[in-house]
């Protein structure tokens, strides 16, 4: 990686607190120059202006998602235990409190404009449209069909997204429970599968 | 319902609009007066603050989620239909247009400070623990404890609330179908239960 990109994560990450404290509206380019150590002329140098700095900021969580969940899963040939590692990978990177903020921003995009907007909309699409056919395909090798697919990757996008807004990792449910019952229960959603022998209560966990 | 508060009702529904547009830190009071009709001193007899502005505003979006789903509901005595019937309620909820601003706001609640915000938290709290009692409910009266009602109901909330970020009621999915993909999808995770003879594509609808 080269020194221009990681100061522009670096960048991005001070600024993803900023934008996440004040709200993108409240902040202003200096607020977020003097946070990162510039002054608002060389902030504008790297990053071109604020609406620039959100999209950079969101195209970090994009590549983040990437890097921690899609590149990781693609070698894994069995499309049952791919779909599986992708739900920990991501629920891993939704709950690790380094990337809170960056994760926050890239939910409440509203404040994007324009074809900036459009851009990361479609790198979004692009991973719902990659969950979705892993979940056909899983679908296909179990002769199971109970739900579209569609469907399925936006509730699995939902319960996943949502853990931003209450889960604690210093709460009383730790993160390989968390992934456990998330996993099976969205297993069970999707393919109606009893695993009746598994009780939550035997985990002593919560 | 006395006037005041129809009045207080419509200032929320309009500055709600005006907030999702422009941003809780973006919009200023007087944005939010002309909009309403009022002068901007006329606006703050009504409510007081811009940050008591927006607690009115979520508060109304709980006191609609209070009228159309939960009360709705408590007088159905079997807890699996009364769970099946708030599920539907809370989906026709988030999914229908005319609440969509109040929706979104409610959902991004960073903007409200102090003790409004906690206030708000309170009332939050008290939807979850009903829907993770009643989900407690169920599981005990199928003798099924599959996974933490606390998990299950975030599940449910996560998939039903994120909604606003995808669905789109004049798109190919229509509410009928969705609502009924999901009750089963939720029942199913929960319960593990097959219903093997369904198949989503049999209905046609997708």
Redesign the interface.
């Known amino acids: 990686m080269g020194t221009d990109k990681q100061k522009l994560r670096e960048i991005c990450r001070i600024a993803a607190r900023v934008f996440?404290e004040?709200?993108?509206?409240?902040a202003s380019m200096q607020d977020i120059a003097g946070a990162v150590g510039l002054t608002k002329a060389g902030l504008y140098h790297h990053v071109g202006s604020k609406n620039r700095l959100l999209f950079e900021i969101m195209s970090y969580g994009m590549d983040i998602l990437h890097e921690t969940v899609i590149d990781r899963v693609k070698s894994v040939a069995d499309p049952r235990e791919r779909l599986r590692q992708t739900i920990i990978g991501h629920i891993d990177l939704i709950v690790r409190a380094r990337d809170l903020e960056i994760t926050?921003i890239l939910?409440?995009n509203?404040?994007l404009k324009g074809a900036l907007r459009r851009k990361i909309n479609v790198r979004k699409r692009e991973y719902i449209q990659m969950l979705e056919d892993l979940i056909a395909q899983v679908q296909r090798e179990e002769g199971?069909?109970?739900?579209?697919p569609?469907?399925?990757a936006?509730?699995l996008?939902?319960?996943?997204?949502?853990?931003y807004?209450?889960?604690r990792p210093d709460g009383r449910?730790k993160e390989p429970e968390?992934a456990r019952?998330?996993v099976?229960?969205?297993f069970?959603?999707?393919l109606?599968?009893?695993?009746?022998s598994?009780?939550?209560?035997a985990s002593g966990q919560?």
Not at 198 to 201: E, I, K, L, M
């Open positions: 996440f004040k709200g993108y509206d409240g926050v939910h409440e509203r404040s199971n069909a109970m739900i579209s569609r469907l399925a936006f509730a996008l939902g319960i996943v997204n949502w853990l807004q209450w889960y449910i968390l019952s998330y099976d229960f969205f069970r959603g999707l109606g599968e009893g695993q009746k598994r009780h939550w209560r919560l």
